[in-house]
């Protein structure tokens, strides 16, 4: 019974997303295109993680799944357009709730920290 609240809170929750996020892609754009913005939410289980930039830049999917692997979150679903801008949204919840407890800033903090080394390493050359 639990199990079948928990979902369809969940399935609440990736609505509720779904609806936001057109709205927000919109208006929450970095003034820098090539800066990315991260927002991190607490979920009942987990967290919600979006990832914006005005600019797609090749390589920051595998950066930020990378970050969710050294953290021990474990993606359940996921939304990425890398057309034109680069756009993420997942649900991550830990691997092993033994581990001390995250909290959003955290996550947000790591998720960034690896945009930023990724970006330093992966300069564009002058053309």
Known sequence: MDASK???NLKKKVERFKEDTAAEQSSSEPT?????MVKVETLEKGFMIKVFSGENQPGMLVSVLEAFEDMGLDVLEARVSCTDSF???AMGVKQNEDDERMDAEAVKQAVTDAITSWGETNVPPFL
Not at 32 to 36: A, G, K, N, Q, V
């Open 6 to 8: 928990y979902i369809q």
């Open 32 to 36: 820098d295109p090539t800066t990315p």
């Open 87 to 89: 756009s993420l949204h």
